[in-house]
Each structure stands twice: as C-alpha cells, then as structure tokens.
C-alpha cells in the first residue's frame, strides 16, 4: 500500500513520494548552486535524490519531457544523462565531506541526505522521459533506444536501472505522478517572489523619484518667487549696455 509523504512539482509534473524517503532537490541548495554547479565549468545534477534509511536505498531520478521542446539527439541525450548520473555520484561524496549546514526551501538539505547517504547498501538510478510524437521514429521506439544505450553505461551501478515515460513511471518506483496543476517547483517559486521584489523595488524607485523631482520643481518655484527684484539702477545699466537709450520708447509695455 503506497503512503504518500512529501511531494515535490517538477514541470508540469507533482511527484508524490512514499513516506518515509528523505528527498533532496540539489537546486534548493546554496552549496551546490554557489560552488559545485560551477565546477570544472560545470557540474550536473539528477532531479530528486531520494534515501530510505530503513531500506538504505538511495534513488537518483531525473525528469525530462521534450513534448514541448525538439527532440534531442540520441547520443547527446544519453550522454548528458549519464554524466548527470557521474556527477551527482560525486556531488553526494564531496557534500557530505564539505557541505555546510542548509536549511533548504524545499525537502532535505544536500548535507543531510549525503551523509545519510553514505549508508546506502543499493543505488537505484531512474530516467522519467516524454517525446513529443514529432519526429522520423515513434516515441516508444526512440525510447527503446535510449534505454538500450544507457542501460550499457549505467548496468554496473544499478542492473535495475528504469527509463521510462514519465506518465508510467508512477508505481515503478517509491513515487506516484498527478498533474502539478497551479503549483510550481520551489525554485520557481523563490524566481517568481524575487521577480515579484524586483518589480515593487523599481515601481518604489519611480515614485520616489518622482516625489523628488517635484519637491525639486517647487523649491524652484518658491525660489524664483522669493528672489529680491532687481535694483532700478542695475535695469538701467543693462539697457545702456544692450544698446538702449533708457527712455520709455524701447522699454517693453507689460
């Protein structure tokens, strides 16, 4: 009987997960994003990371859905996957070594879950794929071949590896799938709240300048009103050395 704990949305996906699994979504994590990622020009990572300490099983999933995007070459696909997969290996290692304390916005925090990790006595690895139904071969197919190229690389870590469309992969693994309908992934969500600031920091701005401009506007207007007239003696000076004769006659009539 399936029991579900936390559950995290991935595209357009929710992934529910059994309780009892810690999950970590390395995108949550400062460490990973301020120093790993950038590493040796970049450094990858699977989409969930999942421990039992019950069943010491650790879980790397990763989630990809072309239906609304080309299709990518075969080979180039089945490479970023597993460097995903070599990648994420080492980010766990080299975070449970290193890792400062996280309080992620979403799951368990990378440190945690790789030291706990650390115990596991299986790795299971899983790829969630949807093609779009364009292209020369039929999305079955196609991932038929992807499977057959990536089972060749990844059978020595998990000779159960699992690659399959998203949409069936509910009950294939500790997790079931519902449409994430309104919801978004917490790195989404954290996008969209710094969008949101940013966009009430700059309408903040235009109407404090604003304010300032016309409190500028009105020192200028009180000055010019406050400003002593001109002595008589100085207005005549100035017409003889503008040329005038100082009489009535080239004064301007107000």
């Known amino acids: 009987m399936f029991i579900p704990g936390i559950s995290c949305v991935e595209g357009v996906h929710r992934f529910h997960f059994e309780a009892g699994y810690h999950v970590c979504r390395c995108e949550c994590s400062p460490f990973y994003s301020h120093h790993a990622q950038n590493f040796c020009n970049s450094c990858k990572e699977m989409d969930f990371i999942l421990y039992h300490p019950g069943k010491k099983e650790l879980w790397l999933i990763e ?3 072309y239906r609304f995007n080309a299709r990518p070459k075969v080979r180039d696909l089945v490479e970023k996957l597993c460097r ?7 980010l766990l290692r080299t975070a449970a ?9 979403e799951g368990t925090s990378l440190r945690d879950i790789a030291r706990m990790s650390l115990q596991a006595k299986h790795i299971r690895v899983a790829f969630t794929i949807e093609l779009g139904s364009t292209g020369l071969f039929p999305p079955k197919a196609l991932l038929s071949t992807i499977r057959d190229l990536l089972y060749r690389q990844i059978c020595f870590i ?3 590896m699992l690659c399959l469309p998203i ?6 693994g500790p997790w079931i799938i519902t449409p994430a309908g309104d919801g978004h992934s917490a790195r989404v969500q954290r996008r969209m709240e710094e969008a949101r600031m940013a966009r009430l920091r700059e309408q ?6 604003a304010i300032h401009e016309q409190r500028m506007a009105e020192r200028r207007r009180r000055k010019q009103r406050s400003a002593p007239a001109q002595p008589l003696w100085k207005q005549r000076a100035q017409e003889r050395a503008e040329g005038k004769t100082g ?4 004064r301007k009539k107000e």
């Open 97 to 105: 070594l290193v890792a400062p304390e996280e309080e992620p916005a």
């Open 158 to 160: 998990d000779p159960q």
């Open 63 to 65: 989630v990809k859905d």
């Open 167 to 172: 949409t069936e992969s509910g009950g294939a």
């Open 204 to 209: 903040k701005q235009q109407r404090d300048q």
């Open 84 to 90: 995903k997969v070599r990648d994420t290996l080492f």
């Open 247 to 250: 009489t009535h006659a080239d």
